[in-house]
């Protein structure tokens, strides 16, 4: 009789534990997949947390200096102008990216307007006198 509970207790403690490693192993599988579709929903909404955090610097050496030289940004693209030298306004920069010109291809779609502005006044102040 005590033998046949004893048999019963030590499955069941093989159940439980089977169950605890089954858990262990399941548990941070579930809480990563939440954490995944948190953040991508999360980034598509705001890539920057806040729009005018986007950083100028950082989205011309992502989408800029493969075609452009700017001494301030450490790139030396070779396809477009070197911007060190262009006396351009913000606003000017701006509509150019926005739109393309010539070989240089519309940024409109692509960057968000927080980036196309940090980007824009980023080129303005870093570039020409
Ligand atoms: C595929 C290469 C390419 C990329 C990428 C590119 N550009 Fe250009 N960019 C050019 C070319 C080529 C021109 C010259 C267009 C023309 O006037 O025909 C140009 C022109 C410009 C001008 C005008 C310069 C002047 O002297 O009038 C500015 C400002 C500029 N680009 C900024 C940017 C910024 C900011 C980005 C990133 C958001 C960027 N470009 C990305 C190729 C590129």
């Known amino acids: 009789m005590l033998k046949r ?10 159940l439980t534990a089977a169950l605890l490693v089954l858990m262990l192993f399941l548990g941070p599988a579930v809480v990563a997949n939440d954490d995944d579709s ?3 929903a999360a980034a598509g909404a705001a ?15 992502g989408n800029c200096g493969s075609c452009h030289t700017l001494s ?8 477009g102008p070197n911007l060190d030298g262009v006396s351009l306004s913000a606003a000017e920069i701006e509509s150019i990216v926005r739109g393309g010109r010539g ?7 692509k960057l968000s307007g927080a980036e196309i502005s940090a980007v824009a006044s980023f080129v303005a102040s870093a570039s020409g006198p």
């Not at 509970?5 to 093989?14: E, F, P, Q, R, V």
């Not at 301030?72 to 396809?79: E, K, N, P």
């Not at 070989?103 to 779609?109: H, K, R, S």
């Open 72 to 79: 301030a940004a450490a790139t030396s693209g070779q396809v």
């Open 38 to 40: 948190q953040g991508t």
């Open 103 to 109: 070989a240089m291809p519309a940024f409109d779609g």
């Open 5 to 14: 509970l004893d048999k019963t207790l030590a499955i069941g403690c093989w």
């Open 47 to 61: 890539p920057y947390g806040k729009p005018a955090g986007a950083d100028g610097k950082k989205v011309f050496q």
